[in-house]
């Protein structure tokens, strides 16, 4: 499967979150009425597929939710709770950084705004406020999901030899390439290894299953 940044993109990613999440269940999206409909449109889908699918961690053994109702893609940078979501200057805040270090910003009732972030404020002492850093909404979203389907999964690490990284990108299919977040540059590039392993090259590159077994075609 390769998602694609064009009109089809978000269905791309729902169908690839059911595959390696497992199917999504009703109880796990928003009814219309409880979605802002002055969100964006990709915004507002992410929403209503969904704004209610608890962390798939919740079930396992021994786990302890740090952040309360932890829902799926709380696990590096968390998605705003539907009800916590207000118009101010015309702009929305739908994400924040996991210490609230940063925050994400859309336009309200425009399907193609771009996304603002004051990001750069942590690493540039010139940089001051929100600014755009991705041009598309949806661009953003996918590389915002995926990141987070990395960090909640089950095993997740980072490999270390290159000649291994280099193995593994050579014979990983692509599944999303150079997408953009924070950092204002695609940055973002995710592959499937095996049919097994997510890959993730962002600061490194990084490996996550929800099956131990896929852990042998790392060692």
Known sequence: MYIKDDENGMENLKLFIEMWEGKALPE???????VPRFLPKPLR??????????HPRK??????DPYGDQKIFDNQDFLVEVESLEKKNGKVTFLFENQ???????????????????AAEVWDENA????????????????YCLQELVFGSRYVG????????????KNSEPLWLDGFYVNKEPDHSFYIYN????????????????????????V
């Open 59 to 64: 079930k396992d053994v021994g786990y302890s």
């Open 195 to 218: 049919h097994k392993l997510l890959i993730m090259d962002h600061g490194g590159l990084w490996y996550a299953c929800n099956d131990e077994s896929a852990l042998a075609l790392i």
């Open 45 to 54: 889908d992410l929403y209503l597929f969904s704004g209610k699918w608890p």
């Open 100 to 118: 609230g270090n940063w925050t994400c910003e859309v336009e309200v009732n425009n399907d193609n705004s771009p996304v603002y972030s004051d």
């Open 158 to 169: 980072t490999i270390e030899d290159k000649l291994k990284m280099e193995q593994i990108l």
């Open 28 to 34: 796990y999206g928003m009814l219309d009425e409880e």
């Open 128 to 143: 001051s406020g929100h600014e755009i850093v991705c041009e598309s909404l949806t661009n953003f979203l996918i590389t």
